[in-house]
């Protein structure tokens, strides 16, 4: 069974920096690109970053570009979100993804970052 | 690139046929997916490659179009069928979505 468990959300004073994680099981996670998604509270899905599986392709929305770094380490079946310079605009469910080039077609449930003084 | 969905919100009843189309500015193929969000829940696909039915999609799900007009349809909607629908492009980056349809119920 696929499995996609994401930590590492709370609350973050603005301006501050925090790592989110993805545990991945139930397949082959270096044979897929991954990915972050993100909800404001009471907001459409806004897609953040993915990640090829060999790394060698990253993509940034324009509103984390700079501030946000993507990576993976396959062989502990993780993805990672870094995020600096986090304003009251970041704060959002932040879903990580597996999916290719046709759809993202696991999510977990989910981690909840939010970013207030 | 964005992708505009119509309409933001519908009301339909038990039954009834609903179509919600996703217009992209730029031709984007057939790299279209369309994604069912019931409340608290992670979002789910229902179709790949603009027409594709991901597996264990109910039949009543169809997708169609190609370049930069796409469309979901739902044949007879049914209770477990009132959510928010977006659309994702996928071809390249920004992998945008619409900004979402909700399906209300009548």
């Known amino acids: 069974e696929v499995q996609l468990v994401e930590s590492g959300g709370g609350l973050v004073q603005p301006g501050r920096s925090v790592r989110l994680s993805c545990a991945a099981s139930g397949f082959s996670f270096d044979d897929y690109a991954m990915h972050w998604v993100r909800q404001a509270p009471g907001k459409g899905l806004e897609w953040v970053s993915s990640i090829t599986w060999n790394s060698a392709s990253i993509g940034y929305a324009d509103s984390v570009k700079g501030r946000f770094t993507v990576f993976r380490d396959n062989a502990k079946n993780s993805l990672y979100l870094e995020m600096k310079s986090l304003t009251i605009e970041d704060t959002a469910l932040y879903y990580c993804a597996r999916g290719g080039i046709e759809a993202l077609d696991y999510w977990g449930q989910g981690t909840l970052v939010t970013v207030s003084s | 690139i964005q992708l505009t969905q119509s309409p933001s919100s519908l009301s339909a009843s038990v039954g009834d046929r609903v179509t919600i189309t996703c217009r992209a500015s730029?031709?984007?193929?057939?790299?279209l997916a369309w994604y069912q969000q019931k409340p608290g829940k992670a979002p789910k696909v229902l179709i790949y490659?603009?027409?594709t039915s991901q597996s264990g999609v109910p039949s009543r799900f169809s997708g169609s179009g190609s370049g930069t007009d796409f469309t979901l349809t739902i044949s007879s909607l049914q209770p477990e069928d009132f959510a928010t629908y977006y659309c994702q492009r996928l071809n390249s980056y920004p992998r945008t979505f619409g900004q979402g349809t909700k399906v209300e119920i009548k």
């Open positions: 730029q031709d984007i193929g057939s790299y």
């Open positions: 490659g603009a027409s």
